[in-house]
């Protein structure tokens, strides 16, 4: 089996996480336990949706046994809380994982459907000074199968399907590239939940090397950039990233991989009253991403009022100065939208997910 999916378990043996596995290192898996090819198919539909191997009732007991001894396993987060958004009915879980680890994940009801926000890393790095999922630094990056195992727990503790998936929780995905791109393939998979990349966002804070390999694999997923601050010394206090890759170097990144892709880059901008929101820095931003990414390009910037973490200082943005900056982009020719708050009541709002403790009711 191949490295990637083999994880230690204490000291006397290892164990093969299915749910990560692709078909075919299912086929491999199959072919070494010398059953018939077609138990491949079944084996590996049973682990996309993760069911426990003992549950996969179309599969010979004697092959369930064989898997088992092998040390095969499909685990899903477990829930350890759920709070449910009384304003708007958003979905807040608290996971514990197969080592202990606690991430959050939220669910959001539209009326196009469902929409579940997942993390990529037990904490983040990043060190972005309005969020609070960078408040203890990086725990660990999570594995392809915690990643999807947020979206299947969800889905079965719901009973609704899932329809969209946006990275945008705990964590910098690119900063856990292998296990992002390997849990994008899954989720895409027909043979699992068949979830189209158009319906799939990744945020990323700027990552340059990140984007550029993404690029590459030329998916048609909607990347989006957190930028926050369009002059570089401004964002450096904001974002730490911003010392290792300019903004200039971001956006372009940002010009090659629409060049590459065609797809359109959403850019993500929260208010931070008396930071980022006067008239001069919406002058500056609508310039700054028209000169950077180039007259023509498709830009669009998505406003987000800042949503309050306790540990730190920086408050929202005024609702007028917010109606104010987004008119302003507007005149340039920038389309940019208000993003909707949603479960601001159970802190389930961007940049409110912690991955260590669950929020307060």
């Known amino acids: 089996m191949p490295e990637a999916l ?19 290192e299912i086929c491999e898996l199959i072919a070494s336990l010398g059953c018939p090819s077609y138990r491949a198919g079944q084996l590996f539909r049973w682990a996309a949706k993760g069911v426990p191997i003992e549950q996969m009732s179309n599969l010979p007991a004697e092959l369930r046994a064989r898997l088992t001894e092998r040390g095969c396993f499909v685990f899903l987060p477990q829930i350890r809380q759920k709070l449910v958004s009384r304003l708007d009915g958003t979905v807040k879980y608290l996971f514990a994982l197969r080592d202990g680890q606690l991430i959050e994940s939220v ?38 199968s915690e990643i999807l195992g947020q979206v299947l727990a969800a889905q079965q503790d719901l009973g609704e399907r899932i329809d969209n998936i946006v990275m945008m929780g705990i964590g910098e995905p690119l900063d856990n590239y292998d296990n992002v ?33 993404l690029a590459k694999e030329n998916l048609p997923i909607t990347l989006s950039i957190s930028l926050h601050n369009i002059d570089t ?5 904001m974002m730490p990233v911003t010392a290792k890759w300019s903004v200039e170097e971001l956006l372009d990144a940002c010009r090659r991989y629409f ?93 409110q997910l912690r991955y260590n403790e669950g929020a307060e009711a």
């Open 259 to 351: 060049a590459v892709t065609g797809r359109r880059i959403s850019f993500e901008y929260t208010l931070i009253a008396g930071e980022n929101d006067s008239a001069a820095q919406a002058d500056r931003l609508a310039a700054g991403l028209i000169a950077g990414l180039g007259r023509g390009t498709p830009i669009h910037v998505n406003l987000i009022p800042l949503n309050l973490v306790t540990e730190r200082s920086y408050r929202s943005s005024r609702p007028d100065a917010v109606l104010a900056f987004q008119k302003r982009l507007l005149s340039r020719g920038i389309n940019a939208t208000v993003r909707r708050r949603l479960g601001p009541d159970i802190n389930a709002s961007c940049g």
């Open 181 to 213: 791109l390997r849990f994008l393939r899954l989720v895409n998979s027909e043979e699992g939940l068949n979830i189209g990349y158009r319906h799939i966002s990744l945020s990323t804070c700027g990552v340059v090397d990140g984007i550029d390999r």
């Open 107 to 144: 669910v959001m009801k539209y009326r196009h459907g469902n929409t579940v926000c997942v993390s990529s890393q037990a904490g983040c790095r990043m060190g972005c000074r309005f969020c609070a999922s960078t408040l203890k630094g990086l725990e660990r990056n999570l594995t392809a």
């Open 233 to 237: 010394e401004e964002r450096k206090r």
């Open 6 to 24: 083999i994880t230690p378990v204490g000291t006397a043996r290892e164990s093969i996480d299915l749910l990560e596995a692709s078909y075919n």
